[in-house]
């Protein structure tokens, strides 16, 4: 079953902050969160697995609740280079990848 | 390390002709992935590999598209014949085994425009 982001498109101006949301309908062994920009391949960010743990690095950062089967993916301080479309993509028991929809993200000056 | 490898970065072709996408996976990695992506449909898994073994096609979109996986480090995506309707960018990823919360590198890409 296919994750559901939210919100699908957001514009910040730099300094913004902003949460990208992704849900499931099935109960979650991982979250995987990648972003890609036009023209691009998806960049890998970062993987959280159940536990519920949260990770970051620089100024984006990630939740998972397991039991909630949601996370979220936290950029703080946007900076331009942030634009981009942000993929999360689910695990389940031994299924591969599933990726949402996708949210793109504008930042400007 | 060089990344994960695909060819030709962009392709056009005109309807009914045979298509080949290939891919070389990062060394080492267990799993490979074809995916297809377009603004309608996002990103799609068409098919994957666990050591060399294909282990679940079902996105694979109908019998004119196949893919094979000769050794670890070579992968193609045969499409014959092309549609216009195939015209996407597909992508070939490497990783750990699928499901097992190993994370997916992505190639570049292959954009595929079929007249």
């Known amino acids: 079953q296919q994750p559901v982001q939210s919100p699908q498109a957001v514009i910040l101006r730099e300094g913004e902050d902003a949460v990208i949301n992704c849900s499931s309908s099935?109960?979650?062994?991982?979250v995987h969160w990648y972003r890609q920009k036009h023209g691009e391949a998806p960049i890998f960010l970062m993987i959280?697995?159940?536990?519920?743990e949260q990770k970051g690095h620089d100024k984006i950062s990630a939740s998972f609740n397991e039991k909630k089967q949601q996370s979220s993916l936290y950029l703080t301080a946007s900076q331009l280079s942030y634009s981009g479309t942000y993929f999360c993509?689910?695990?389940?028991?031994?299924?591969?990848?599933?990726f949402g929809k996708g949210t793109r993200l504008s930042v400007i000056a | 390390d060089a990344g994960v490898i695909q060819s030709p970065r962009h392709e056009v072709t005109e309807m009914g002709q045979e298509v080949t996408l290939r891919c070389k996976p990062i060394?080492?990695?267990?799993?490979l992935f074809w995916y297809r992506q377009t603004m309608m449909r996002g990103l799609e898994l068409l098919i994957y590999?666990?050591?060399?073994?294909?282990?679940?096609d079902s996105g694979m979109p109908e019998d004119r598209f196949s893919a094979k996986m000769p050794n670890a480090s070579f992968s193609t995506l045969k499409i014959q014949p092309s549609e216009p309707r195939d015209s996407a960018v597909y992508f070939c990823?490497?990783?750990?085994?699928?499901?097992?919360?190993?994370?997916?590198?992505f190639g570049p890409g292959t954009r595929l425009t079929v007249l």
């Open positions: 060394s080492g990695h267990n799993s």
């Open positions: 993509g689910t695990e389940s028991g031994n299924t591969p990848l599933v």
């Open positions: 990823a490497s990783g750990g085994l699928a499901g097992r919360g190993d994370t997916q590198y």
């Open positions: 959280l697995l159940k536990g519920g």
């Open positions: 590999f666990n050591n060399n073994v294909p282990i679940d």
């Open positions: 099935k109960a979650l062994y991982s």
